[in-house]
């Protein structure tokens, strides 16, 4: 039985193939202006027996190709768990959101919060904020991690974060030490949610801010403890989604 998952997000698609619970098949995409020719183009030369979709577009998703779907809260507890059994939450950050999420052993949700509200505090903020400062993306953590602190961003508010670091660059102040400065910012709203759900540990990072070196090691110093970053952070909800899918009755192809 080979059970495929894909993880339709805001920045990315993700697509997982399992077969006797080991991964078989993985591919990633850019999400693009037009999401549903990026699946077909992930899913095009890839056999499976069922499939569940997830993510922030899997309701296209659902319109389009009559896939079944769940939650990516519900996702990334399964993939979770799947992947690290001792885990008992997870923080994601993604391109659009960012989510707390307790589990039980089984990888069952027992709560959750999450910020859909804002692009403050997730990934498409940092993507921001580097094109402001002049850096890549990619680059962003690298130099901030060579910054020294000083410097605060106090708005909590994309765009007014965006004019403070304009602002800080008229006033000479080092890009570093501003890149700095946004990841502790992140950093703080990530950990202010993590407190209010009052999580177990371990904790796992995941979503596409994961590959983020700097926000790894803020995230753990606040913490006080190590915390679990996988291999392939933005994969954890594709992989739980076709762990999924073997509950859903229907087998598609």
Known sequence: MRLAGIDIGSRSIE???LEDGQVVHSKQADSGYNPIERVKELISDVSFDKIMATGY?????????????????????????ALYPGVRSVLD???????????NEMGKV???????????????????????????????GAAAQKGTEGIEINSMCAVFAESEVTSLLAKGCDRSDIALAIHQSVCRRAIGMIRRQNISTPLMFAGGVANNSCMVQLLQEALG??????KNPQFIGAHGAAILANQYESVLF
């Open 93 to 103: 950050i993604g391109g659009q959101d960012t989510k707390v999420i307790s589990i």
């Open 110 to 140: 027992i709560k959750f919060e999450m910020n859909d509200k804002c692009a403050a505090g997730t990934g498409k903020f940092l993507e921001m904020m580097a094109i402001t400062l002049g850096y890549q993306a990619q680059t962003l």
């Open 225 to 230: 403890e190590q915390i679990i970053v996988p």
């Open 15 to 17: 697509l997982i193939v």
């Open 57 to 81: 577009g899997r309701g296209i998703v659902e319109v389009a190709f009559d896939y079944p779907t769940v939650t990516e809260i519900k996702a990334y507890g399964a993939g979770a768990t």
